[in-house]
């Protein structure tokens, strides 16, 4: 579905040094191709981490067994995990609501792991998976998104491939139906990583992307919530971002954030969603995709600090996860939680908000979502 050959067909050609280029900039090569030895995994309900430490045993004796059966070098199990935003407050949900919510984040995980299964890339499932729940109107996110203090929409997105660190973002976008896909043409199509406002929609004409009248994004829901918060002067609302993270059969790892931001924000204001190393994050061995007050996430760079902590000082993920989510964010004040995988196929979902809209779909297509912390 993505053309992910760099530079190819687009009107970024003339940038032909960066389009071919395999090697970072600071000389390590993340391009690998070929990812080394895999082992085997366990079950995804084993693996699950919400708000409680990482079991480090199990992951253990599985990489012996591993090793002394000579099994090691097997195929990944794909797994995706998504959130549809955290900050969800139960006297909100009405019954409607929740089945509207459930069968979307279905909905994005099943499209997701069609991708998966078929052999695709985590990169291509993260950006279907996330552009479904982009139309669905569920979220806050491209057709559901929140509206800022001029009643207008602006939205904003980021994606990034975990094993060749490149990445796309796209904010401020008024006339973008799929954000989450224009952040991947940033990525796949041009030499650059961010593109704001005016440039990314000339960007995405230019690559054919038909822009949408702004009318698109109203929704009912977004336009109450809006003078509900100008009558308060609420200065963050619900979280209903959406996120991806997820693993492929060849191991690799990729995340995808998009967001229409937070309700009422003003001037020109980007969160922490597009922002590489803030709300989203992925690299070799975890993948990590943000929901919550993104001025925190921006401020404690939450995404990679997640994954510098498991490479540079061994913290397994879920405690990884949880120092962030349940210590730094809101020490600084802030809210919301994340999804995080990593490459052993552990995963994290913590938040500090009474709930976060979330779900897995395992290799043999096993959905599970929630809302509250056990449900
Ligand atoms: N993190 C997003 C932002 O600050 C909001 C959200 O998660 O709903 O823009």
């Avoid at 089945?99 to 993260?126: M, N, P, Y």
């Avoid at 992307?209 to 809006?226: A, D, G, N």
Wanted: a neutral charge; glycine letters at 12%.
């Amino acid at each position: 579905m993505f053309d992910s050959q760099p530079g190819k067909g687009s009107t970024w050609t003339s940038y032909p040094y960066y389009a071919s280029r395999r090697f970072s900039p600071i000389g390590r090569a993340y391009d690998f191709g070929v990812m080394p030895f895999r082992r085997q995994r366990r079950p995804l309900t084993n693996r699950l981490h919400e708000n409680r430490p990482m079991k480090t045993l199990p992951a253990l004796l599985c990489v012996l067994a591993a090793g002394a059966t000579g099994h090691g070098a097997v195929a990944a199990e794909p797994i995706l995990v998504i959130h549809g935003g955290a900050g969800v407050v139960a006297k909100d949900i009405t019954p409607e609501r929740e089945r509207d919510v459930r069968a979307t984040l279905e909905r994005a995980l099943k499209a997701g792991h069609a991708i998966l299964d078929g052999g695709g890339t985590s990169l291509d499932a993260v950006g279907v998976a996330i552009s479904t729940m982009e139309d669905s109107g569920t979220f806050n996110a491209g057709k559901g998104a929140v509206f800022n203090h001029d009643g207008k929409n602006e939205l904003d997105a980021a994606i990034m491939d975990g094993a060749t660190l490149r990445a796309g973002s796209v904010a401020n976008v008024h006339t973008v139906k799929n954000p989450i896909l224009l952040a991947r043409a940033v990525m796949d199509k041009s030499p650059h990583v961010m593109l704001v406002g005016e440039g990314a929609e000339i960007f995405a004409k230019s690559l054919g992307m038909q822009p949408v009248p702004t009318s698109y994004f109203y929704t009912e829901m977004r336009w109450k919530e809006l003078q509900q918060a100008l009558e308060d002067e609420k200065k963050s609302g619900p979280h209903g971002t959406v996120g991806a993270v997820a693993m492929d059969k060849a191991g690799h790892l990729a995340a995808g954030t998009s967001t229409g931001g937070i309700t009422n924000k003003r001037y020109g204001r980007v969160g922490d969603s597009p922002i590489i190393g803030a709300g989203t994050y992925a690299d070799l061995h975890c993948a990590v995709s943000a929901t919550g007050w993104g001025e925190f996430y921006i401020r404690a760079t939450a995404a990679h600090d997640i994954c510098a902590r498991m490479e540079y000082a061994k913290t397994p993920l879920g405690d990884a996860a949880n120092v962030v989510v349940m210590d730094i964010v809101p020490r600084l004040g802030g809210d919301g939680g994340v999804i995080a995988l990593d490459d052993k196929g552990d995963i994290a979902m913590p938040f500090n908000t009474e709930g976060m809209f979330r779900g897995t779909i395992d290799k043999d297509g096993h959905v599970r979502t929630w809302i509250f912390k056990d449900r």
